[in-house]
């Protein structure tokens, strides 16, 4: 079975200083990786996805995440955040069940950025 | 394009009633998820639609249904509330849902409060 660790519920960071947001997963068949974002009352935006190809994704908001097969991780980077970037961040696999996907869904991470 | 949308966006219910949440999924998209989504449990994936079928379901009880129209709309019933049923409720459209890289995008959510 599919499933997927983000290693920290909170990561507090201040503004302008880099982020990662660390993902991990368990599958035995290929992957298919997505990160969203979450704001306060509102439901999820795509920020990328990484389905093949290069292993370095690029997303909105300046973020961008690498797919690593070996460590079976799909961290999430930024190299500068904003207070506007205080949000909950959610990775996901694509799982197949019965040849039709569903997302598997990490805990969530809450990003809390401070000026 | 429109997104998703959701109505109603928050809702207050008592123990035992029944409630309909109602998705109308992005133009073209033929394909609905619905996610349930609670503090302790996280999002979890509950069933998804394609064509007026339920094709993929999750790990909930027979309380929980939905249906899908010819234009793709899909409702989402939930008897017997209980208060544990108390989440926030999300849609997610999608192309075909077929393939594992096909992306879902959500709509904002609907919150559920049962007293």
């Known amino acids: 079975a599919q499933s997927v660790t983000q290693l920290d519920s909170q990561v507090p960071v201040f503004e302008e200083a880099p982020v990662e947001l660390r993902c991990n997963y368990s599958s035995s068949v290929s992957v298919y990786l997505f990160w969203y974002v979450q704001y306060p009352n509102q439901g999820l935006q795509l920020l990328l996805k990484?389905?093949?190809?290069?292993?370095l994704v690029k997303g909105i908001n300046g973020f961008e995440a690498e797919f690593n097969k070996s460590q079976t991780s799909f961290h999430l980077r930024k190299p500068s955040v904003h207070i506007s970037d205080t949000a909950e961040y959610f990775c996901?696999?694509?799982?197949?069940?019965?040849?039709?996907?569903?997302?598997?869904f990490g805990a969530g991470t809450r990003l809390a950025v401070h000026p | 394009k429109a997104g998703v949308t959701q109505t109603p966006r928050y809702l207050i219910k008592t123990r035992g009633q029944q409630v309909t949440l109602s998705c109308s999924p992005i133009s073209g998209h033929r394909s609905v998820s619905w996610y349930q989504q609670t503090p302790g449990q996280g999002l979890q994936f509950l069933f998804e639609?394609?064509?007026?079928?339920?094709?993929n379901k999750g790990n909930f009880p027979g309380r929980f249904s939905g249906r899908q129209f010819s234009n793709s709309r899909s409702e989402m019933n939930v008897s017997t509330l209980e208060l544990g049923d108390s989440a926030l409720y999300l849609c997610?459209?999608?192309?075909?849902?077929?393939?594992?890289?096909?992306?879902?995008?959500f709509g904002p959510g609907t919150r559920l409060t049962v007293l």
């Open positions: 990484y389905l093949s190809g290069s292993t």
């Open positions: 639609y394609f064509s007026e079928t339920q094709r």
């Open positions: 997610a459209s999608s192309p075909e849902g077929l393939a594992k890289t096909d992306t879902q995008y």
């Open positions: 996901a696999v694509s799982s197949s069940s019965g040849g039709y996907n569903k997302l598997i």
